[in-house]
């Protein structure tokens, strides 16, 4: 058995110290240790889950830059055989070169590199400096869980994206004030 999938079989069991207490705890209300036996269940969990989804990213990015590693070297191969026996070849053909090198640069970058690290790095200081842009609409039920403060940063952040935009005859604009149905004056 690899040590992984010893890992694995481990985190699906409860902890050894709570074994021989069980009976005891269920019988009485929860007690803190059975509750911090659930959390670090829930915490290895998710641990896993998120170690999977990266995973799989990291496997996607290789997998993506092997197809497309092979067909822009076949195509960067050709273009250069053709110049270099004098063929023409337009010079359109620079574009996708370096258009090109850059996406395989990108995906490299994150099938071999540190891009993942950098990301995950980046969504740590958003969600620490910039934890208002989780707020949900009103309407979802869950908003209450956040704090009043952010729901202030959040509503003063910015507007909703009509707001910004000039108003275009025939849009939906002019069918809403046409059916009574005017939502430009709640925003405004």
């Not at 481990?10 to 009976?23: I, Q, T, Y």
């Not at 290789?62 to 070849?89: E, H, I, N």
């Not at 395989?104 to 842009?133: F, H, Q, S, W």
Request: aromatic fraction near 8%; include cysteine; glycine fraction near 6%.
């Amino acid at each position: 058995e690899s040590p992984r999938r010893r890992e694995v079989s481990l985190a699906r069991r409860p902890p050894p110290s709570l074994l021989g207490h069980l009976p005891s705890i269920m019988g009485s209300s929860m007690s803190s240790s059975l509750e911090q036996a659930v959390t670090d269940r829930m915490a290895r969990q998710a641990m896993m889950q998120r170690e999977v989804q990266m995973a799989v990213s990291i496997s996607r990015a290789r997998d993506t830059l092997q197809w497309f590693g092979g067909l822009y070297g076949a195509f960067a191969t050709t273009v250069f055989l053709a110049r270099s026996m004098g063929k023409p070849v337009p010079a359109v053909t620079g574009i996708p070169l370096v258009m090109g090198a850059f996406g395989l640069a990108n995906l490299a970058d994150m099938a071999y590199g540190t891009k993942l690290t950098r990301v995950v790095k980046e969504a740590e200081l958003i969600m620490d400096c910039e934890r208002y842009r989780f707020v949900p609409p009103k309407q979802a039920p869950f908003r209450k869980l956040y704090d009043e403060d952010l729901q202030a940063r959040h509503e003063a952040a910015s507007g909703p994206v009509r707001a910004y935009w000039p108003e275009v005859p025939g849009s939906w604009n002019d069918f809403a004030k046409t059916f009574g149905r005017d939502q430009t004056a709640k925003i405004k």
